[in-house]
């Protein structure tokens, strides 16, 4: 038995498909159920005996503590954090609550767990972090890729507030012996992606015929991890990681956003044709820039590939076509998930031209 937080998110829920695809080890899910947190996202495993699923939050130490005590896994794994930057710069308290107090509670809960295991037990067991390359902060055009030595720059609430989870995380390890694992991973993209984030939300403003908002100039560079490899990364990672060891986990795939946004409309205009026969490229338009927005991120993922033998099996461009295809398909899950809460966000953040 594992217990995965954040289960219900984004890549906490294919995680959780993957796992089960694979492994008939059973997860116990916990997750909030915040604007993004999709019980949808899970809605295969209905009647799967697997997969205990229970609403609740990391920062509640009693109710982690009794599941602890309930299920014994052997591992946690733990997803759950507000993550959108755009979101912790409206609103960076709710980031402070759950990326720090909560991991913080979490921990607890988990030192006291493994504290009461026998040594064998405690010797197998593990507690694996999952965290992001903005912990980092910005590249220049000609730096080299993050590595796991770099220094710690975040720039953003959201990127502080995991910096500091991750400083918990290894505190708990070097203090108190918790085997933790972290792993510090680029860009997402892929199926059950919250349409607030850049390729999801190009993909439903495209067809739905709306302008599709770029910040600045839009060659702030990403490097772009499908997030099944991301899974098979975490898998890998809780399998053969070193306790109190870092992987940084990408795709080897630098792009400026407008790049990304182009492919987009490509794909689309060759999938989902626009009625009037037009370009989706033509719906491109630029807002203004986002405070303190990073310019270049990338990451070194040779660390994971050396030690672990991790790598890759999608392109960006493979991967980039399964999402758009994925999305082609599940529409019906888009227009769930895009209710007026998510319009207002929208509106709020890129102007009523969005």
């Not at 709306?210 to 899974?231: A, E, M, N, S, T």
């Not at 898998?235 to 790049?259: F, H, I, M, Q």
């Not at 490229?281 to 590939?305: F, N, S």
Request: overall charge negative; glycine content about 8%; aromatic content about 10%.
């Amino acid at each position: 038995m594992i217990l995965v937080t954040g289960g219900a998110g984004f890549i906490g829920s294919n995680f959780v498909l993957d796992w089960l695809a694979q492994s008939d080890e059973p997860v116990v899910n916990l997750d909030a159920l915040t604007y993004a947190g999709n019980l949808e996202n899970l809605a295969s495993l209905q009647g799967d005996q697997r997969h205990v699923f229970v609403q609740g939050d990391i920062g509640d130490f009693a109710l982690v503590a009794g599941l602890l005590a309930k299920h014994r896994p052997r591992a946690i794994v733990n997803f759950a954090a507000e993550s959108h930057v755009d979101r912790s710069i409206h609103g960076p308290e709710d980031f402070v609550q759950t990326n720090i107090v909560g991991s913080f509670r979490l921990l607890e809960a988990t030192r006291a767990y493994w504290g009461c295991l026998d040594a064998t037990e405690k010797a197998a067991f593990r507690f694996l972090h999952v965290s992001t390359d903005e912990v980092y902060g910005s590249l220049a055009k000609d730096d080299p890729p993050f590595s796991e030595t770099n220094r710690y720059e975040p720039n953003s609430p959201y990127s502080a507030s995991k910096a500091a989870s991750d400083h918990l995380v290894r505190a708990y390890h070097h203090t108190y012996g918790l085997p933790v694992l972290t792993t510090n991973c680029s860009n997402n993209y892929g199926p059950y992606h919250f349409p607030e984030k850049l390729i999801p939300l190009v993909i439903h403003n495209a067809l739905a015929g709306k302008p599709l908002p770029i910040y600045g100039d839009g060659q702030q560079v990403r490097d772009w991890l499908y997030v099944k490899d991301h899974c098979s990364a975490i898998r890998r990672v809780l399998a053969a990681g070193r306790p109190g060891e870092t992987y940084n986990v990408g795709g080897w795939n630098e792009k400026p956003n407008l790049d990304v946004v182009h492919t987009l409309c490509a794909i689309l205009d060759e999938l989902s044709p626009r009625p009037d026969g037009k370009p989706y490229r033509e719906q491109i338009t630029y807002v203004t820039d986002r405070p303190g927005h990073d310019r270049r991120y990338a990451i070194d993922a040779g660390k994971i590939e050396r030690e672990l033998g991790w790598k890759p099996a999608e392109t960006f461009e493979t991967g980039i076509r399964k999402t758009v295809r994925w999305y082609l398909d599940n529409q019906a899950w888009v227009a769930n998930v895009t209710s007026g809460a998510y319009r207002d966000w929208v509106g709020k953040q890129y102007g009523a031209q969005s």
